[in-house]
């Protein structure tokens, strides 16, 4: 049997095996949703009654033409639906669905069955314009005109497997999807989540993991982080601060109210809490403000090798997501110079530090303003400006993407490469 789409089949006819009329379909019940070709379970059939009965895709022997079926109306098994059924067209019909391949949001406009192996299975949903214009029934003549324009209609049929239905009522099928969206960058879940309606963003956000949500909070604009926070019970919110990179974190509460951001920081993790506490100090537009706490140091008198077994114990490079660069301090966090990973590196296990580190180093203080800080960045072609205060003790470093804030609109920023 050739490839069918539910529009074809919604509402037509439906006879046994005598060519007696059985009722009129009105939808397709599925099963295994989470599979590449979910098994088509049952017929839905309404025959004058509101209720409607159903008949078991194993009794099913065409769909078209005509709608037939392998017994008499008198031998017909009743099917009876055990609740984890994926009705087509009451749930997913019209509905947004992410197309992981595409990493987009679109609408199902039409439903494409097949037969795989001895079954009738889900394989597609259609998202094109022919897919609308087929549910309309001006499916012919649509094609007619756009040969006479010499246009190719917009075709577009999604494989189910690359297909994550949203919805909001349905917790097993949503974790189905959270699954396959959880595989997409951050910045992809960002984007979807901001072209799903409230109701089905909301239920998505509830799905992702912790640490899911914080990387795409961190991918987002500050209006939806702020929605998104607003939305969720207090304790997950600070969980997901907690997840944050602290500048991220002061960020965020810097957009909410005193008392919320209060309550917030009360509720995360004592460390956690006291990074951030100590950005949000400092004003919003300087280098204390917008730097991270998130750095990997080593002492300033060890060799290469040691140096490289330090940062593997090291609790604070583990949490430097780039480790481009290694600062060196005294016992007393004073800067003292800074080379970069590849160097440190490429050198001989037995080369001091002292040896190959740089010591004249551009910096910025804690109240540097954050243009000042991009304009370092861009002359010296820095991938990040350590942050010192007048006794040069180390607190923070200002990465490049954070320090060009000041100059490209953030929600522009956040499309850019990610170095940090």
């Given amino acids: 049997m050739p490839p069918i789409f539910l529009s074809e089949i919604q509402k037509e006819a439906v006879w046994d095996a005598r060519g007696e009329r059985v009722g009129r379909c009105v939808d397709v019940l599925v099963r295994g949703v989470g599979q590449p070709f979910p098994r088509v379970c049952a017929l839905a059939l309404r025959d004058g009654e509101d209720t409607p009965h159903f008949i078991a895709e194993e009794q099913i022997s065409w769909l078209r033409p005509s709608i037939l ?4 109306r008198s031998n017909l098994s009743p099917y009876t639906p055990e609740g984890d059924e994926l009705w087509l067209s009451r749930q997913v019909l019209d509905r947004q669905i992410v197309d992981v391949d595409g990493r987009r949001v679109v609408r199902v406009n039409d439903l494409q069955l097949a037969r795989v192996g001895e079954h009738l299975c889900l394989v597609g ?9 087929r549910r309309l029934g001006v499916e012919r003549p649509a094609r007619a005109l756009f040969s006479v324009l010499r246009r190719q209609p917009s075709e577009a049929v999604i494989p189910w497997e690359n297909v994550a239905p949203l919805q909001a009522d349905a917790p097993v099928r949503l974790r189905v999807s959270q699954e396959r969206i959880g595989k997409l960058h951050p910045a992809d879940i960002a984007a979807i989540v901001e072209g799903l309606d409230r109701r089905t963003s909301q239920a998505l956000i509830a799905a992702l993991d912790d640490e899911m949500l914080a990387d795409t909070l961190e991918e987002s604009p500050a209006e939806l982080q702020v929605a998104v926070l607003n939305h969720l019970k207090p304790e997950r919110a600070a969980d997901i601060l907690e997840e944050m990179g602290p500048d991220e974190a002061a960020d965020l509460l810097a957009d909410l109210p005193d008392q919320t951001s209060q309550q917030l920081l009360e509720l995360m993790e004592e460390d956690d809490a006291a990074d951030v506490r100590r950005l949000l100090a ?5 280098a ?3 730097m991270t706490t998130e750095f990997a140091t080593v002492p300033e008198e060890l060799t290469a090798g040691r140096a490289l077994d330090y940062l593997r114990r090291s609790a604070a490079a583990h949490e430097d997501e780039a480790l481009y660069y290694v600062y060196l301090t005294d016992a007393s ?7 970069s990973l590849r160097d440190l590196v490429m050198c001989a296990p037995d080369t001091l530090l ?3 580190a740089e010591t004249d180093l551009a910096t910025a203080g804690l109240y540097t303003p954050q243009h000042e800080v991009a304009h370092l960045v861009a002359k010296y072609d820095l991938l990040a400006v350590p942050v010192v205060d007048e006794e040069s003790v180390l607190h923070g ?6 320090a060009i804030d000041a100059f490209i609109p953030t929600a522009w920023k956040k499309r850019l490469p990610r170095f940090f």
């Fill in 125 to 133: 949903a259609d998202v094109g314009t022919m897919g609308l214009l």
């Fill in 69 to 72: 079926l392998t017994s008499n």
């Fill in 397 to 402: 470093i200002v990465t490049v993407d954070d």
């Fill in 354 to 356: 002292a040896d190959i």
């Fill in 282 to 286: 400092y004003p919003e537009d300087s």
């Fill in 333 to 339: 966090n004073h800067l003292k110079g800074a080379l």
């Fill in 288 to 290: 204390g403000g917008i």
